[in-house]
């Protein structure tokens, strides 16, 4: 029996693949790596490739490297790389050893560049970018050799040291791979290795003017670690040609158990962005609090929201991994939270919404004391205090003067409902503000009723919810929306103007005064709401709606 075989997980391609090389004995272990650009945060995206590479490293007792593939200094940063670490950990993946960087190699990358120019298979090119950029020909003609093309090694030596020398000016010439101009894969038309960079690297300093490209230093990096499998996104597919070529053609790599790429579809969600060019772009314009706006596809804006590591890393099992590209249903993701919380969020109330209830047969001045279940499948978890007296709060939803039909199950002039989990009251008038607004609603009660149904037979269907008004504690409620109004915003280059004005809205209510010292990020159910947590930047009393308790979306649709 193969170690997958012993897991009780969905197999997919990648899995038969490992199944297979560990049979054989081409590899003898599984080493994936999890490589992502320090130039922004992660995102739902990234979190499936991280489930997927960290995943098979633990089912098949292998490892995984966190790899920092920080080749391109420009757009990179030091606050990447720690939200990055802070996010794989937070998502309950532990990385091989330390983190790596691409930039440790540099000067290994760079004495393979050599090995290449000695073997006559790289050399130096002064073309201008628009005289490559036409010599590469299209998709239907083949590209014309360089100029530069049939420099001789020694040369190309000599030519590629005063690169590294800082002899050059930036973009007056790069090293390029000698492969083949007519592949009819563009990557292989001798493809840039090297270009030059007089910028400040934030691993390296000012050691290095010349910055290898992805397709050359991606493959070293995961040889140099020992990568056994190198799993990337199908946009890769042609490029595994050039990470084959430059492998075969480096001695202490041409080998049988060296890496190989295999390449998996991304995931595209609806209603969102994914590339950290847009997620940059929302950041900047201000359109959003930050890269952890509760609305952002980041880990950390979902990890604020109130999603779980548990939630994520069942939403990568459920989407599975293919090789067909797809749009994924919000809905999925978040039936893989609604299913979490369900089972482990504590019950609360809260009324985000509120109208001041006055229930005129209390005694004035007398406040009760109720033992609610924290939930009420799960007694193990035990009671909480709540309170109960004649000022209350309810959901200005859950009062209409006349009742629209039988089916109404909340309160309206004359109409019953049961307090969650304390009184029947009857709604008996009202006052509103000059606007028409309910401003106080008043009830009775019938005090026979706290956790029994009336006396009389009576029957009284609908159940609200509601705070007890001198024990309430004010809090803000922020709920969020689709952030885009349309389902592929990535297609439209001006994704902006389809952003979704009604994506935040703030509220001002009351919560259980428990809930005073709640934790950041830990979840609650607000019973008939949704599930909510602690905003964990705001100083006050926050809560960020993570999920409404049912798919209310998929059904308007
Ligand atoms: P973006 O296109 O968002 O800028 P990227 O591919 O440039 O992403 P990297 O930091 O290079 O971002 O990605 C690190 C790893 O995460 C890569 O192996 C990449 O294939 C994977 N990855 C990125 N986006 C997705 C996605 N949407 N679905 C699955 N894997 C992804
Ligand atoms: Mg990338």
């Given at each position: 029996?193969?170690?997958?075989?012993?897991?009780?997980?969905?197999?997919?391609?990648?899995r038969?693949?490992?199944?297979?090389?560990?049979?054989?004995h081409?590899?003898d272990?599984?080493?994936?790596?999890?490589p992502?650009?320090?130039?922004?945060?992660?995102?739902?995206?990234?979190?499936?490739?991280?489930?997927?590479n960290f995943?098979?490293?633990?089912?098949?007792?292998?490892a995984?490297?966190?790899?920092?593939?920080?080749?391109?200094?420009?757009?990179?940063?030091?606050?990447?790389?720690?939200?990055?670490?802070?996010?794989?950990?937070?998502?309950g993946?532990?990385?091989?050893?330390?983190?790596?960087?691409?930039?440790n190699?540099f000067?290994?990358f760079?004495?393979?560049?050599?090995?290449?120019?000695?073997?006559?298979?790289a050399y130096?090119?002064?073309?201008?970018?628009?005289?490559?950029r036409?010599a590469?020909?299209?998709?239907?003609?083949?590209?014309?050799?360089?100029?530069?093309?049939?420099t001789?090694?020694?040369?190309?030596?000599?030519?590629?040291?005063k690169?590294?020398?800082?002899?050059?000016?930036?973009?007056?010439?790069?090293l390029?791979?000698?492969?083949?101009?007519?592949?009819?894969?563009?990557?292989?038309?001798?493809?840039t290795?090297?270009r030059?960079?007089f910028?400040?690297?934030?691993?390296?300093?000012?050691?290095?003017c010349?910055?290898?490209?992805y397709?050359f230093?991606?493959?070293?990096?995961?040889?140099?670690?020992?990568i056994?499998h190198?799993l990337?996104?199908?946009?890769?597919?042609?490029?595994?040609?050039l990470?084959?070529?430059?492998?075969?053609?480096?001695?202490?790599?041409?080998?049988?158990?060296?890496?190989?790429q295999?390449?998996?579809?991304r995931?595209?969600?609806?209603?969102?962005?994914m590339s950290k060019?847009?997620?940059?772009?929302l950041?900047?314009?201000?359109?959003?609090?930050?890269?952890?706006?509760?609305?952002?596809?980041?880990?950390?804006?979902?990890?604020?929201?109130?999603y779980?590591?548990?939630?994520?890393?069942?939403?990568?099992?459920?989407?599975?991994?293919s090789?067909?590209?797809?749009?994924t249903?919000?809905?999925?993701?978040?039936?893989?939270?609604?299913?979490?919380?369900?089972?482990?969020?504590?019950?609360?109330?809260?009324?985000?919404d509120?109208?001041k209830v006055?229930?005129e047969?209390?005694?004035?001045g007398?406040?009760?004391?109720?033992?609610?279940?924290?939930?009420?499948?799960?007694?193990?978890?035990?009671?909480?205090?709540?309170?109960?007296?004649?000022?209350?709060?309810?959901?200005?939803?859950?009062?209409?003067e006349?009742?629209?039909?039988?089916?109404?199950?909340r309160?309206?002039?004359?109409?019953?409902?049961?307090?969650?989990?304390?009184?029947?009251?009857?709604?008996?008038?009202?006052?509103?503000d000059?606007?028409?607004n309910?401003?106080?609603?008043?009830?009775?009660?019938?005090?026979?009723?706290?956790?029994?149904?009336?006396?009389?037979?009576?029957?009284?269907?609908?159940?609200?919810?509601f705070?007890?008004?001198?024990?309430?504690?004010?809090?803000?409620?922020?709920?969020?929306?689709?952030?885009?109004?349309v389902e592929?915003p990535?297609k439209?280059?001006?994704?902006?103007?389809?952003l979704?004005?009604?994506?935040?809205?703030i509220?001002?209510?009351?919560?259980?005064?428990?809930l005073?010292?709640?934790?950041?990020?830990?979840?609650?159910?607000?019973?008939?709401e949704?599930?909510?947590?602690?905003?964990?930047?705001?100083e006050?009393?926050?809560?960020?709606?993570?999920?409404?308790?049912?798919?209310?979306w998929?059904?308007?649709?």
């Amino acid at each position: 029996m193969s170690q997958n075989e012993a897991i009780d997980k969905p197999t997919n391609f990648i899995r038969h693949i490992i199944d297979e090389d560990l049979a054989s004995h081409k590899h003898d272990h599984v080493h994936t790596r999890f490589p992502p650009e320090p130039n922004g945060y992660l995102h739902i995206g990234h979190a499936k490739s991280i489930c997927l590479n960290f995943g098979l490293a633990e089912d098949y007792n292998g490892a995984c490297n966190l790899r920092f593939d920080d080749t391109n200094p420009t757009k990179e940063d030091i606050e990447y790389v720690e939200s990055i670490m802070r996010d794989v950990a937070w998502l309950g993946f532990k990385w091989e050893g330390e983190p790596r960087y691409s930039s440790n190699y540099f000067q290994q990358f760079h004495d393979y560049a050599v090995e290449l120019i000695n073997k006559g298979l790289a050399y130096v090119d002064f073309s201008s970018p628009e005289e490559m950029r036409e010599a590469r020909g299209t998709l239907k003609e083949p590209g014309k050799n360089s100029p530069y093309r049939d420099t001789s090694a020694d040369e190309n030596l000599v030519l590629f040291t005063k690169m590294r020398q800082g002899e050059f000016k930036e973009g007056e010439c790069v090293l390029r791979a000698k492969i083949d101009m007519a592949s009819s894969f563009m990557c292989m038309r001798d493809p840039t290795l090297y270009r030059i960079r007089f910028e400040t690297h934030h691993q390296t300093g000012d050691a290095w003017c010349i910055y290898p490209m992805y397709d050359f230093a991606h493959c070293i990096s995961d040889a140099i670690e020992g990568i056994s499998h190198s799993l990337c996104t199908l946009e890769f597919q042609d490029n595994r040609r050039l990470y084959d070529w430059v492998l075969d053609n480096l001695d202490d790599f041409n080998k049988p158990d060296r890496p190989h790429q295999y390449e998996f579809s991304r995931l595209n969600l609806a209603y969102t962005v994914m590339s950290k060019r847009k997620l940059h772009q929302l950041v900047d314009d201000k359109l959003v609090s930050g890269w952890d706006d509760p609305r952002m596809p980041t880990v950390s804006g979902m990890r604020r929201r109130g999603y779980t590591p548990a939630s994520l890393r069942d939403f990568a099992e459920r989407i599975g991994i293919s090789k067909v590209d797809s749009m994924t249903e919000m809905s999925i993701l978040e039936a893989s939270i609604r299913d979490d919380l369900n089972v482990v969020a504590p019950r609360t109330m809260g009324v985000i919404d509120p109208i001041k209830v006055i229930i005129e047969n209390y005694p004035e001045g007398q406040v009760e004391s109720i033992q609610a279940p924290v939930h009420p499948q799960n007694e193990e978890m035990g009671k909480r205090e709540i309170f109960f007296s004649r000022e209350l709060y309810i959901d200005r939803a859950d009062f209409i003067e006349e009742a629209p039909n039988k089916k109404w199950q909340r309160l309206a002039i004359d109409k019953e409902v049961r307090l969650r989990n304390a009184y029947i009251v009857k709604a008996e008038r009202f006052e509103t503000d000059a606007a028409g607004n309910v401003t106080t609603l008043y009830c009775s009660y019938d005090p026979e009723t706290l956790g029994k149904n009336p006396a009389d037979g009576r029957k009284v269907k609908g159940v609200i919810h509601f705070v007890e008004a001198t024990k309430a504690v004010p809090a803000e409620f922020r709920l969020y929306d689709r952030l885009f109004t349309v389902e592929n915003p990535g297609k439209s280059e001006d994704f902006e103007s389809v952003l979704n004005p009604e994506s935040l809205k703030i509220m001002q209510g009351f919560v259980e005064p428990n809930l005073a010292d709640s934790v950041p990020e830990v979840a609650y159910q607000f019973e008939r709401e949704g599930y909510f947590c602690r905003d964990n930047k705001s100083e006050g009393l926050v809560f960020n709606k993570t999920v409404g308790l049912r798919d209310t979306w998929t059904q308007a649709q």
